[in-house]
């Protein structure tokens, strides 16, 4: 099983990124997947979550309102768009798939988002 985030760079508060999640190795349409951050010098927290079928999502109260997570089973695929970002949201961003109920099992290696004020 294999996660592998991208989409990661620099950029100015207010400004938008969508990062991407693709997955190889499992059945991607059975599983839920989650986002989480890891800031520098903290602890890793969660972001958000996007159910099998997309139907659902969740998010952290810290990003709701300016983060969307989107999928795409075809392409095995996971997105998380990013808008109105600040410097609180620099971090290294991760996805995982949830393999039992707030188990997430598999991850990917993570991509960093630096925002500057």
């Known amino acids: 099983v294999q996660l592998v985030e991208s989409g990661g760079g620099k950029v100015q508060a207010g400004d938008s990124l969508r990062l991407s999640c693709t997955a190889s190795g499992l059945t991607f349409a059975s599983y839920p997947i989650g986002w989480f951050r890891q800031p520098p010098g903290k602890e890793r927290e969660y972001v958000g979550r996007?159910?099998?079928?997309?139907?659902?999502?969740d998010y952290a109260d810290s990003v709701k309102g300016r983060f969307i997570i989107s999928r795409d089973n075809f392409k095995n695929a996971v997105y998380l768009q990013m808008n109105s970002l600040n410097p609180e949201d620099t971090a290294v961003y991760y996805c995982a798939a949830e393999r039992l109920p707030e188990k997430y099992d598999y991850w990917g290696q993570g991509t960093q988002v630096t925002v500057s004020s």
């Open positions: 996007i159910s099998r079928t997309g139907a659902t999502t």
